[in-house]
T-cell receptor, first 111, second 112 residues
Framework: GAGVSQSPRYKVAKRGQDVALRCDPISGHVSLFWYQQALGQGPEFLTY????????KSGLPSDRFFAERPEGSVSTLKIQRTQQEDSAVYLC?????????FGQGTRLTVV | DAKTTQPTSMDCAEGRAANLPCNHSTISGNEYVYWYRQIHSQGPQYIIHGLKNNETNEMASLIITEDRKSSTLILPHATLRDTAVYYCIVSGANSGNTPLVFGKGTRLSVIA
């Protein structure tokens, strides 16, 4: 499809498990963003890439969170040793100009 | 923190116009007003954006006051599928490179 694609759509992880969430941005989009959305709240910024360069990671909540975009296209958000408070929807967005387009998100549930 | 203030919730009758207000009194001269909406269990969907002139597209109209301290998103003929949380966001001119700062938005319920 032509939109931002995220996988998996749903993920259940046991506490302490590592997870990897994938984002396929719109082809040619230079900028890529990750957001975290807790239940009933608006999305909150995690990190931003321009091509393969991670220019802002100020929103990552702890050093257990790590993101990469090695070839400037697909991005992966990795969470190590998941905790219950990591349960949320993780959203990816990409943009080329002034407007960012979002994927459907990955709902992570840590049990 | 979000630079906008929106009502928590609103109702609208199906077929009527939905007018969603937003206050952004601290907006800077080079900042745009963006509107996104989020339907349950989906990612945010871009609706419209503007700087100072009123804007219209196939989804909605955006009316920005002359002093730019507030704006209104208008859905001209609301349908049940327009039920969603609507976010008003102020962002810099180059927002493609700037993270969007979401508030809590307005939960619009369209009623049959």
């Amino acid at each position: 499809g032509a939109g931002v694609s995220q996988s998996p759509r749903y993920k259940v992880a046991k506490r302490g498990q590592d997870v990897a969430l994938r984002c396929d941005p719109i082809s040619g989009h230079v900028s890529l963003f990750w957001y975290q959305q807790a239940l009933g709240q608006g999305p909150e910024f995690l990190t931003y890439f321009q091509n393969e360069a991670q220019l802002d990671k100020s929103g990552l909540p702890s050093d257990r969170f790590f993101a990469e975009r090695p070839e400037g296209s697909v991005s992966t958000l990795k969470i190590q040793r998941t905790q219950q408070e990591d349960s949320a929807v993780y959203l990816c967005a990409s943009s080329l100009g002034r407007v960012a387009f979002f994927g459907q998100g990955t709902r992570l549930t840590v049990v | 923190d979000a630079k906008t203030t929106q009502p928590t919730s609103m109702d609208c009758a199906e077929g009527r116009a939905a007018n969603l207000p937003c206050n952004h009194s601290t907006i800077s001269g080079n900042e745009y007003v963006y509107w996104y909406r989020q339907i349950h269990s989906q990612g945010p969907q871009y609706i419209i954006h503007g700087l100072k002139n009123n804007e219209t597209n196939e989804m909605a109209s955006l009316i920005i006051t002359e002093d730019r301290k507030s704006s209104t998103l208008i859905l001209p003929h609301a349908t049940l599928r327009d039920t969603a949380v609507y976010y008003c966001i102020v962002s810099g001119a180059n927002s493609g490179n700037t993270p969007l700062v979401f508030g809590k938005g307005t939960r619009l319920s369209v009623i049959a």
